[in-house]
């Protein structure tokens, strides 16, 4: 699994850098969300899952 966050709707709330730390890091000087690995390791796809779900605005993008 892959995932990125379109910058067009991200509203930078880090919400998904709450659900899932070890896939999303939060940018302080922008104040966005970050995809900080290039593949979902499969023991955190299912936060990964959730963490686009709560986004509200759906800036995440889960690539299967």
Avoid: S
Avoid at 26 to 39: A, H, K, N, P, T
Avoid at 44 to 61: F, N, Q
């Amino acid at each position: 699994m892959k995932v990125q966050i379109d910058y067009d709707l991200c509203m930078g709330d880090g919400n998904c850098n709450k659900v899932c730390p070890e896939v999303f890091a939060y940018d302080d000087d922008q104040l966005i969300g970050r995809v900080i690995v290039d593949e979902v390791p499969p023991e955190l796809e299912d936060r990964v899952r959730r963490a686009a779900e709560e986004c509200a605005p759906g800036a995440i993008v889960i690539k299967e």
